[in-house]
């Protein structure tokens, strides 16, 4: 099983910028973190989760929604296991609950397995 756990979420005013982390535990066995893809997706009340950013396992593609693009970067450490979303020009309507994701062969599936407990970040006008 994959433990996910973001940090770095909190509130700035908009313009400013966040970055969030996500440190992965993977079983001792089996899939290690350098085969999954991994995401950032966000959620405000009474929306659906939405995909924010996504890379592909070995770091070589990326994609964003067309909200972010220009101002969100995915990135990740596979040998620390950590994933990033350097966040900047933050705007009022990024204000949303952060969740990591991961999977295997999640890039193509569209479908990720395993989820983090999710990070407040909130902007303020």
């Known amino acids: 099983q994959v433990q996910l756990v973001e940090s770095g979420g909190g509130s700035v005013q908009a313009g400013g910028s966040l970055r969030l982390s996500c440190k992965a535990s993977?079983?001792?066995?089996?899939?290690?973190?350098?085969?999954?893809?991994m995401g950032w997706f966000r959620q405000i009340p009474g929306k659906e989760r939405e995909l924010v950013a996504k890379i592909l396992y070995s770091g070589d593609r990326t994609e964003y929604a067309e909200a972010v693009k220009g101002r969100f970067t995915i990135s990740r450490d596979n040998a620390k296991k950590i994933q990033f979303l350097e966040m900047n020009s933050l705007k009022p309507e990024d204000t949303a609950v952060y969740y990591c994701a991961a999977g295997t062969s999640s890039w193509h599936r569209g479908k990720f397995d395993f989820w983090g407990q999710g990070t407040q970040v909130t902007i303020s006008s």
């Open positions: 993977t079983p001792s066995s089996g899939t290690t973190f350098d085969i999954l893809d």
